[in-house]
């Protein structure tokens, strides 16, 4: 409901009208995860469905055989109302099932991507690329029986594939997300989303899979939010943050507990909207840590990235 008035109000130009209404229930969805995030959602049940990134993975293995077909679809950085974008070009024949699920907080590539293909909670000491992404999925699947020659994982192009004996395949599309990053608010991202949609070849792959006889589940990492700049953090206070490849400007993660402390301590007036896990700060509201006015990111644990 929430990403059905998001998306009526990016296209009609209304979000700064909108957008005070959306941090009333992104307040109310903080409170939300405070209580439940790591309590409920993270260890929850995933036989009907799962309820976070990492159980992608059991969820499909526990409802399908090694015999089925099962594809993967997951678009870096795609909003649930980016998705209802997509979703409205699917041809009529296509039945679609729409559930939400969580992404890892904080909602950094890094993380939750890794979740996604590890099939279990994320590690800090992993290093993000397509090589070890692919190895994650190998892995799992090998574990689960599935035999290494029919599983692939693709990234950014199917052109290449031959499905025949494919029973398990990762398809990674990171176009979204570098469109995403370009963006300095929701108008642009909005004509790009369009553009995307109707130039790349994802409607195509998404058809072609179907056509393959493939059961065909499509998700993301995580979202974005458009967010206003605080300012950009000094060297200090950014020293002895873990190098994670993000490009998020809504989390920091250090690598000792007393530099995650002292930049709480140093900065009082921030901690309402700052939410911590280990060594890890994330930004809960529409903040970011950018001198630049809007800027389009994700990184922290608002509703919209989440």
């Known amino acids: 409901i929430l990403s059905h008035n998001v998306l009526i109000a990016i296209e009609n130009k209304w979000w700064e009208d909108v957008k005070s209404e959306i941090e009333v229930i992104n307040n109310l969805f903080q409170q939300h995860i405070e209580l439940k995030y790591k309590a409920h959602i993270i260890p929850a049940a995933y036989a009907k469905k799962p309820s976070v990134v990492s159980k992608v993975l059991p969820f499909i293995q ?69 090589t070890n992404e692919a190895k994650l999925w190998k892995n799992f699947w090998i574990n689960k029986g599935v035999l290494d020659a029919q599983i692939s994982y693709e990234y950014n192009s199917l052109n290449q594939v031959d499905f025949t004996n494919i029973k398990r395949l990762a398809y990674v599309d990171v176009s979204l997300d570098e469109k995403m990053h370009a963006c300095s608010d929701y108008n642009d991202l909005f004509d790009l989303t369009q553009n995307w949609i109707e130039n790349s070849e994802i409607i195509m792959d998404i ?58 301590s140093d900065n009082q007036d921030w901690k309402p909207f700052l939410g911590v896990t280990e060594n890890t700060i994330f ?19 608002h509703i919209l990235e989440v």
Do not use: C
């Open 62 to 130: 526990m409802n399908f055989s090694s015999k089925d077909k099962v594809a993967l679809v997951v678009i870096d950085g795609m909003a649930f109302w980016q998705y209802l974008m997509l979703a409205a070009h699917f041809n009529d024949t296509i039945e679609t099932t729409n559930e939400v699920i969580y992404s890892w907080i904080p909602s950094i590539t890094q993380l939750s991507r890794q979740a996604i293909f590890r099939g279990d909670n994320p590690v800090s000491t992993y290093v993000q690329n397509p």
């Open 283 to 301: 930004v809960k509201n529409d903040n970011a840590f950018t001198s630049n006015q809007k800027i389009i990111t994700h990184g922290g644990s």
């Open 207 to 264: 058809e072609l899979l179907i056509s393959e006889d493939f059961t065909v589940f499509i998700t993301t990492d995580h979202g974005n939010i458009q967010a206003t700049g605080l300012n950009s953090l000094s060297h200090k206070q950014t020293l002895g943050t873990n190098k994670s490849g993000s490009r998020s400007l809504r989390h920091l993660e250090y690598s000792e507990t007393w530099l995650k402390d002292k930049f709480l």
